[in-house]
C-alpha cells in the first residue's frame, strides 16, 4: 500500500518555523519528484515547493527566500522548513510524490497536516 504521512503541523505564532515530514512508502521513492502543496480554507491547494529525484527545486513566489524543501532518498523522507511564518501561510499542507514515464503521470498525496500561524 502506498502511504505519505505528513507530520509536524501545528500552532505557531507570526515569525515562527516549523518543519514539516512526509515519510513516503510503498514505491520507489527515488523515481519520484516530491512537492508540498497548501490549501487554506476557501481557497484553491496551491503547490508550495517542489524537489526532483536529482535536488532540483522550485518555490512558489510567497514563500521564496522563507520555506526550505528537502529530501532524503535512504530515508524515503522529504522536508518542508518554514521560517518565517505569516499568517497568510496558514493552511493544510500536504505531501504529494509525481513520476512521470512512458508519458504518463503517477501521483501520490498524504492526508495533510494543519498549519496555523496565528497571535
Known amino acids: 500500500q502506498v502511504q505519505l504521512a505528513e507530520s509536524g503541523g501545528g500552532l505557531v505564532q507570526p515569525g515562527g518555523s516549523l518543519r514539516l515530514s512526509c515519510a513516503a512508502s510503498?514505491?520507489?521513492?527515488?523515481?519520484?519528484?516530491m512537492n508540498w502543496y497548501r490549501q487554506a480554507a476557501g481557497k484553491e491547494r496551491e503547490l508550495v515547493a517542489g524537489?526532483?529525484?536529482?535536488?532540483?527545486?522550485n518555490y512558489a513566489d510567497s514563500v521564496k527566500g522563507r520555506f526550505t524543501i528537502s529530501r532524503d532518498n535512504a530515508k524515503n523522507m522529504a522536508y518542508l522548513q518554514m521560517n518565517s511564518l505569516k499568517p497568510e501561510d496558514t493552511a493544510v499542507y500536504y505531501c504529494?510524490?509525481?513520476?512521470?514515464?512512458?508519458?504518463?503521470?503517477?501521483?501520490?498525496w498524504g492526508q495533510g497536516t494543519q498549519v496555523t500561524v496565528s497571535s
Open positions: 524537489i526532483t529525484s536529482a535536488g532540483s527545486t
Open positions: 510503498g514505491f520507489t521513492f527515488n523515481n519520484y519528484a
Open positions: 504529494n510524490a509525481v513520476r512521470r514515464s512512458l508519458g504518463l503521470v503517477r501521483g501520490y
